[in-house]
């Protein structure tokens, strides 16, 4: 039974119900997103990622949470606005909670700086995550910006030393880390918050090195070329996705995830609760050697012709046996 | 493809026939004071300006030839090439290209060689192949560096020179930051030494990478180091940049980098960090 | 001495006869904003100005009163008394004062209370105790109170108020910042969270050891907290003080505070730090 | 045969060599150094503590290494003059160095601060410090500072922050650490590079809670009786060894170590060599455990009228029981 055959049943089912006078529309409408086909454009989805009523890290944290308390500062220079973070408890689960933060209309995006975060709050990022893995707590991310600020003071500060050691440092840090990507994921300001054990993208995100108007501007010559830059750059969740970068999509419904946010924070909740599940089982060492082993493995190379991996025995050195 | 580059090529597991070093260089005129200087001078001079003490862009294999023992260097990897992970047209021209234009199968030679006795991993990027950008061959190739380095128990010594990723690879270009950011961490837990020097230009994925994660980082004089381009933050954001704004000095001044040091004095100043970062010292000292 | 801190004394270890919470407060009239308050007001808005919102400086029983759970506190370490180790003429008599004043040895009470039934070691300090100054007394209690809770492996909550060092006892006074953030690190070592709430006001040597040390900080609405005096920076090298300098407010965009809680709500944030900090949840990870 | 018959006697070989025209005169001064009696005066040793001409860290180092590399930056802020550090080798012995850096006239003066070092001066040494941990180098720290610079700017980036991290990491730094308060050790800015395994002082250094300025006007309601707060104080290098906080006290020659650096320098380094033969004998966790040790053992309080020490057993828990 192909999608298209479900979207029509649910349609039979809705006009019976609102017959009867039965009040299921919104459980349908769930049922519809899960089963609605991806939306075919690549550009729509790179506007979809960047609307501003699109759910954002807070407003996630919200609907998936029993209680959160932000935490703030970077205990040496400042607290960024654009990264936040805290701990929150799912069905009593206590988790650490980072994310860059947007806003939904300019006074916020102004306050925010639009979620380009500074060297500081990246450094709030792995503070928090250190505080996490101290006290066995899993960290969820959300990850949510067109990139690091590109600003004198963010370089003044050091961004580019700050997500390097972001990248070092969540690629072994002791405890669980999920990451979604809810919006725009874009290059390193991305990244920096993005390495994890589990990954995953929003039906309507994307992910890129660079946005598809720098693409343009550099490789197309012409920046006005963005929307096909993002076809040749293969930004979308479903080609990323497909490059086996991301460990699976997050459906929204359709048209977006800021018509019902609440649906796509279910779809997130119930993905967190399953795989801290599982994740919550491994020892650390396991944890940080599935880590790096996925990490290692993303390239395409080959070596006298033949496609290779050579992983120079170095794990066991590292973790032991165990 | 050049003759010189075949002498190495041809021998490459064999390090007494490393090419000839400085047999690439020909007569010159400096980019930044247009200073005009014979080959021979800029031989003698190790490619820095006499007039402004510009630091010139090497090939790799000229700058090892002026760090390690003489004879000592072994290169891996060489032969590692690129794919097309997302099918962009034009790509594999590209490399072709640069293949040719670089002497090289990437942007980095990686390889073992010793300074003053002392062994090191060592690894030299080329911002001659396609602006030094990364790539998964420079992110493997750089990944398999470091953990070659935490396998054998030697330091790890990356001298830089980059634009950033590779945008032709995508997200695949994205993901080496993270990689060889892995990688520099399992090093970092066994305590094993990385250095990094940085040289003109590094910027963008490596300087957000690897590069940012030495336990003692080195730049040459007047090197531009930075995350963000300069034209981006000038074009999008309309600041006015500072004078000197992202150059060595500047990232000295700010506490990126360790020291500045020429690079006539570079082999002087690795060889002591490796001298004073030796394994022996640990003896007294239970893990 | 007055009759309702000898309540407290009599039965110091009796927790069940803990003294009456706000036995001491009086009518008012709020340092800041010179509004007039009643003691009744006073006491049911926990000594916060109902007109301005200044937190005002508390008895240590009655804050611990405001945060456990009733009948849990138990006191340790009280009769803990100062020497006067670099002979400082007046010191004993300034000690003595100081005791009657504040009802209490010296500036600091620790013990072992719950919130929520969650049990937490308790540091409460008093600025009525000569400023809440940090001599020997104050230093050996807070690192008794962070080693307990190392040695029982309970979270340890340290709600801080102090000028800073206690300077007679000179050179002795100093090194209580070092004790304190060495108990600190040996907490940390073993994975037991420490909580810092910081109060008007928090300063000089305290700033500089246990209290900026906390896995999760704390401030009060409007609280001092800094290191250097604020007469000493605008004195002695005439610089000019932002608007709201070195209030909690300007701490936490400096980013050395976690949060800014109001005095009705610290029982509750301190119980859901209690509850996330559960050491239980340690119990799918091998150490 | 007490210091003043030693002194008289060398005088008479110093006669008696210079008529015969023996050129011994720099050993007989080094030997009358170090029998000379201290000068009683509290103060003169105060002016000589900050004295300008006194050799300051780079002095030592220079004097004492057989070659030194200097090592910038904080990595997150900037690079404090201030502070200096870096890896020097002692007899072919890698050693990181770090100290408060004054200078010799004003220029140098307003160039290092004074030797009132930022936040970013005690992060940089902290980052030293744990590069040296990492790999087994010992520390060696010269202590000259009237303490952390008490402006807006160090209070907006944190220096109690900064100072209070130092306390805590060097206290359980995993290598040993030997200072040297080598001018005036003033407050928190001192004791920020000074929690070691072995402290000493110059003879003509001072160690303070606050400057004796500081104390006259807050505790002598005078700032100009800052000579009598001094002796109140007990502020030298002779009254705090008797207290038992320093190890001992590195003799100079007389009238400061200015006039002859070489001869102090000399007994630095002996006292380095002596010690580092001993320290790195010990395994990091005996290290650490006598470090706390003493450290927890400086105070003077009495409980029901007994002296109390009550380590609560807590040292077998932390370091186990080698
Ligand atoms: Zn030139
Ligand atoms: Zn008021």
Wanted: proline share 4%; aromatic share 8%.
């Amino acid at each position: 039974m192909d999608e298209s055959v479900i979207q029509s049943k649910i349609e039979e089912i809705k006009v019976l119900a609102e017959k009867e006078n039965i009040n299921i529309s919104k459980e349908l409408d769930h049922l519809k997103a899960k089963y609605a086909p991806s939306s075919e454009d690549t550009w729509e989805k790179v506007l979809l990622a960047r609307n501003i009523d699109r759910p954002n890290t807070l407003d996630y944290i919200n609907l998936i949470c029993d209680d959160f308390v932000e935490l703030h500062g970077d205990r040496h220079f400042g607290d960024d606005p654009a990264m936040i973070g805290g701990i929150g408890t799912i069905n009593g689960q206590a988790v650490t909670f980072i994310g860059h933060q947007r806003g939904h209309n300019m006074k916020e995006n102004i306050e925010r700086n639009y979620g380009w975060a500074y060297p500081e709050g990246y450094r709030k990022a792995l503070r928090l995550a250190e505080q996490a893995e101290k006290f066995h707590r899993p960290v969820v991310t959300f990850i949510d910006t067109a990139g690091a600020y590109p600003g004198v003071n963010a370089e003044e500060r050091g961004i580019g030393e700050a997500i390097a050691v972001n990248l070092k440092k969540f690629s072994v840090l002791k405890t669980p880390i999920i990451s979604f990507i809810i919006g725009e994921g874009g290059s390193g300001g991305a990244l920096g918050i993005g390495v994890s054990d589990k990954i995953y993208m929003l039906e309507n995100s994307i992910y890129s090195v660079i946005s598809p108007e720098g693409f343009a501007s550099i490789l197309l010559r012409d920046a006005e070329r963005a929307k096909e830059a993002a076809e040749i750059m293969k930004v979308t969740a479903q080609d990323v996705d497909e490059f086996g970068i991301v460990h699976g999509i997050i459906p929204e419904v359709p048209g977006g995830a800021q018509i019902d946010p609440a649906f796509t924070a279910e779809e997130i909740k119930k993905t967190i609760l399953k795989d801290l599940k599982a994740l919550m089982s491994k020892t650390p060492n396991q944890l940080i050697r599935y880590r790096s082993k996925k990490i290692r493995e993303i390239g395409h190379v080959n070596e006298n012709n033949a496609k290779v991996q050579d992983l120079f025995g170095i794990f066991g050195k590292v973790f032991g046996r165990s | 493809m050049s003759s010189e580059f075949n002498i190495g090529r041809k021998n490459k597991n064999n390090s007494s026939d490393f090419p000839n070093p400085f047999a690439r260089v020909t007569d010159t005129t400096c980019r930044e004071c247009h200073h005009k200087i014979k080959r021979e001078k800029l031989v003698e001079e190790l490619q820095v300006c006499p007039e402004c003490g510009f630091h010139m862009p090497m090939h790799p294999y000229d700058r090892i030839a002026t760090l390690v023992d003489e004879g000592s260097f072994t290169e891996f990897s060489q032969e590692l090439t690129s794919l097309n992970p997302i099918s962009i047209s034009g790509y594999e021209e590209k490399l072709t290209q640069a293949r040719g234009k670089a002497g090289l199968n990437d942007a980095v030679v990686t390889g073992i060689g010793s300074i003053d006795g002392r062994q090191t991993v060592l690894g030299v990027m080329s911002f001659q192949f396609m602006g030094g950008s990364m790539g998964s061959v420079v992110g493997e190739k750089i990944t398999r560096a470091i953990l070659k380095g935490a396998d054998e128990g030697l330091p790890v010594t990356l001298v830089t020179a980059s634009g950033g990723a590779r945008m032709q690879e995508g997200i695949f270009s994205l993901m080496q930051m993270a990689k060889t950011s892995n990688a520099a961490a399992l090093l970092d837990g066994l305590g094993i030494p990385l250095f990094i020097v940085l040289t003109h230009p590094t910027t963008g994925g490596v300087t957000a990478s690897f590069a940012m994660l030495g336990d003692v980082s080195i730049a040459e004089p007047g090197a531009l180091i930075g995350f963000a381009g300069q034209r981006v933050i000038e074009g999008t954001l309309k600041e006015k940049l500072p004078e000197g704004f992202q150059k060595s000095e500047f990232q000295l001044k700010k506490g990126f980098v360790d020291m500045i040091v020429p690079r006539a004095e570079m082999r002087k100043t690795l060889s002591f960090l490796l001298k004073t970062h030796e394994s022996e010292s640990k003896g007294w000292m239970s893990r």
